[in-house]
């Protein structure tokens, strides 16, 4: 084998280490018990006032996201909710926005940038909502998926992608 092959061979190895380290390092893991009932007894204030209560949103498929407005990745797929929450909504579909910020940082986002869909204050507090729903690094953006039942279909640590959401979508 010449030195170009076991080269090219070398790296494939590595790349493919590097993603399943990756994957390893990203993968939700399990849902404390008791997590799915606690979230849906949250309540959460909302940036400009009242009162979000998970409890009401029950009975409807429901994607709900773990943001900050610190958050790189999370303040670029913000647009891409508000779209998929806009052009879902006719099929039953909500989206949430638990915000792991501080009341002011966030008003002053959603006066430049305004969502369709309602934010609740998570505050520090929001870090373990989700760790208790299987985010064990404590990452964000960090999104999962409920079902109609209230129970949860998918999660996912790190940015949300087209796909995703096109993916999630056909599960209700």
Do not use: Y
């Not at 076991?6 to 849902?31: D, E, K, Q, S, Y």
């Not at 404390?32 to 007894?41: C, D, H």
């Not at 409807?60 to 891409?80: D, S, Y």
């Not at 986002?109 to 208790?132: K, W």
């Amino acid at each position: 084998m010449n030195r170009r092959a076991l080269m090219a061979l070398v790296g494939a190895g590595a790349g493919l280490g590097g993603a399943a380290l990756a994957w390893w390092r990203f993968r939700p893991g399990p849902v404390l018990s008791g997590a799915e009932a606690a979230f849906w007894a949250g309540r959460f204030e909302q940036p400009q006032g009242g009162e979000l209560l998970m409890a009401g949103l029950k009975g409807q498929p429901l994607l709900v996201n773990f943001w900050a407005t610190w958050c790189p990745p999370c303040v670029e797929e913000l647009p891409l909710l508000n779209a998929f929450s806009r052009e879902q909504a006719g099929r039953g579909w909500r989206v949430v926005g638990l915000a792991v910020d501080r009341v002011e940082p966030v008003r002053s986002f959603l006066q430049r940038l305004p969502l369709d869909f309602p934010v609740g204050m998570a505050g520090l507090a929001g870090t373990e909502i989700s760790r208790s729903l299987g985010n064990t690094a404590g990452g964000l953006p960090f999104t999962v998926v409920f079902g109609s039942s209230g129970q949860i279909l998918h999660r996912k640590i790190g940015k949300v992608s087209p796909s995703d959401l096109a993916q999630w979508a056909q599960l209700a």
